[in-house]
């Protein structure tokens, strides 16, 4: 199984502010046929099902705000907030969907100062 | 718009079963997979299985194997998910999600499972 691993585990940052959280995989999810990064970004907020935020590593999903960005491949990605707005409180998890099981990190969850 | 409506709240005792579907519109329902997955209280999202809506192929995980079953009625777009002898630790909320390929688009708003004695 692909062991993802998110950090920090949470994460308290100032409106207007960057947010980063990194997402490390064990095995590389980098499918070399297409050059595609098999990895996906959600938001959860409390009492709702994860969004989508952002697929092939790097691409939004059609409606997220462009402050949101993906980046990384291989084993390594990050997820930016470039400037947090308040409803971008929420529980971030990255999953791998390259091979069975599909797995996710643990989870970040964004807090504001 | 995609929308994925799931049957409401269970409570259950200890080595029962409980069946939770998931009724699909707003798409082609044989054109995507159903995934299932699952967040135990205050923890994290544990995928649980995938099914395709087109021809019933099934992919389980391991740790289920053996007391999960999920199916499709394509006559009225809905999957289930059923969970066998369960356990206080299957406490959660389940959700189902459509698939592109492996990649989770879509969840349905979750339903709660109690399993308590």
């Known amino acids: 199984d692909i062991v993802m691993t998110q950090s920090p585990v949470s994460l308290t940052v100032s409106l207007g502010e960057r947010a980063t959280i990194n997402c490390k995989s064990s095995q590389s999810v980098l499918y070399s046929s297409n050059n595609k990064n098999y990895l996906a970004w959600y938001l959860q907020k409390p009492g709702q099902p994860p969004k989508l935020l952002i697929y092939w590593a790097s691409t939004r999903e059609s409606g997220v705000p462009d402050r949101f960005s993906g980046s990384g491949s291989g084993t390594d990605f990050t997820l930016t907030i470039s400037s947090l707005q308040a409803e971008d409180v929420a529980v971030y998890y990255c999953?791998?969907?390259?091979?069975?099981?599909?797995?996710f990190g643990g989870g970040t969850k964004v807090e504001i100062k | 718009q995609v929308q994925l409506v799931q049957s409401g709240a269970e409570v259950k005792k200890p080595g029962a079963s409980v069946k939770v579907s998931c009724k699909a519109s707003g798409y082609t329902f044989t054109s995507y997979g159903i995934t299932w997955v699952r967040q135990a209280p205050g923890q994290g999202l544990e995928w649980m299985g995938w099914?395709?809506?087109?021809?019933?192929?099934?992919n389980y995980a391991q740790k289920l194997q053996g007391r999960v079953t999920m199916t499709t009625d394509t006559s009225t777009s809905t999957a289930y998910m059923e969970l066998r002898s369960l356990r206080s630790d299957d406490t959660a909320v389940y959700y189902c999600a459509r698939c592109k390929g492996w990649l989770i688009d879509y969840w349905g708003q979750g339903t709660l499972v109690t399993v308590s004695s």
């Open positions: 099914i395709s809506a087109y021809n019933g192929n099934t």
């Open positions: 999953q791998q969907y390259y091979s069975t099981p599909l797995t």
